[in-house]
Each structure stands twice: as C-alpha cells, then as structure tokens.
C-alpha cells in the first residue's frame, strides 16, 4: 500500500477488523459465562485455561509446517545422524 490519505477501502477493512475481534471478544466471555453458570466453574480459572487453548490453535499451524510425513518431527532432509 502506498502511503497517502486513507481511502474509503482502508477504512471498510478497519471496520471489518473491528467488528471480527468484537464478535471474538464477546464469544470469549461467553464461554467463560456458560462454563461458571453452567457448571460452577470459576471465571478466572476458566479465562486462563482458554489461554492456553488459544494459544496451542495459534501454534498448530507453525507445528504442522515442520512436520514430517511420520508425524511431528522435522522434515527428511533436516534430521540428525
């Protein structure tokens, strides 16, 4: 992109954007609500351990491109002797 004043285009990816992480947020906090309604779970807890799950889908993608065609380890070409 070139620099310059915004084009009406920049701003309909800016809204886009932001209504995207608006919905993420709210569905969020929504699976904490039914986890501490639901089963009585506590909202902290819950908050953290999606974290970690969130955090283990935002890796998967960066593991599945060093695996190799034998399951996760690094490609044919890269292993030791």
Known sequence: ????????ARWIVVA?????????AWLWA??????RDR???NEILVSLMLV????????LPRLRAVEGPGGLQLPADHQRS
């Open 1 to 8: 992109m070139q620099a310059g004043p915004p084009t009406r």
């Open 16 to 24: 886009i954007l932001a209504r995207r992480r608006r919905s993420a």
């Open 30 to 35: 929504a699976i904490v609500a039914l986890l």
């Open 39 to 41: 089963f009585n779970a």
């Open 52 to 59: 970690y799950v969130a955090d283990d889908g935002a890796e």
